[in-house]
């Protein structure tokens, strides 16, 4: 199995950083209908940022400016999935550093049944060459 590198929009929301939160967030899609490709957490400043990677973009910002959220994006990344095997994530990496293209931020995991996935961010003037060095669709 060849790795697949999709081109993705991602949009992000910062919340309290406080139980629940992400819950809340996460229900109020489920509800709306919104299939997500991809979501990421962390603390940031005072609270959290919440990323997340819609399945359809634009139905993600119609229900996020109904929902009255303070979105941030569109903004890119890449969504990344393939066989698992060791070292993996080192190959990407290794791939883009020696194009002298920096990895601002990465979430990478075993997905199960022999598959990883990862999400991967680079900086917007490097978005392309990323793209065509990695393959991306």
Request: with cysteine; proline share 5%; hydrophobic share 45%.
């Amino acid at each position: 199995m060849a790795d697949t590198v999709r081109r993705v929009e991602y949009f992000y929301v910062s919340v309290p950083n406080r139980p629940g939160e992400g819950a809340r967030v996460l229900e109020a899609l489920k509800q709306g209908g919104i299939n997500l490709v991809a979501f990421s957490g962390f603390p940031e400043g005072r609270g959290s940022q919440l990323d997340f990677v819609p399945a359809d973009p634009a139905a993600f910002k119609q229900f996020a400016r109904k929902a009255k959220w303070r979105l941030t994006g569109p903004k890119r990344a890449f969504v990344i999935s393939g066989e698992d095997r060791v070292g993996v994530v080192a190959e990407l990496h290794a791939k883009l550093a020696g194009a002298r293209i920096n990895v601002t931020a990465v979430d990478a995991v075993c997905a199960g049944a022999g598959t990883y996935g990862a999400l991967l961010w680079v900086a917007p003037k490097d978005f392309a060459r990323a793209a065509k060095l990695l393959g991306a669709e």
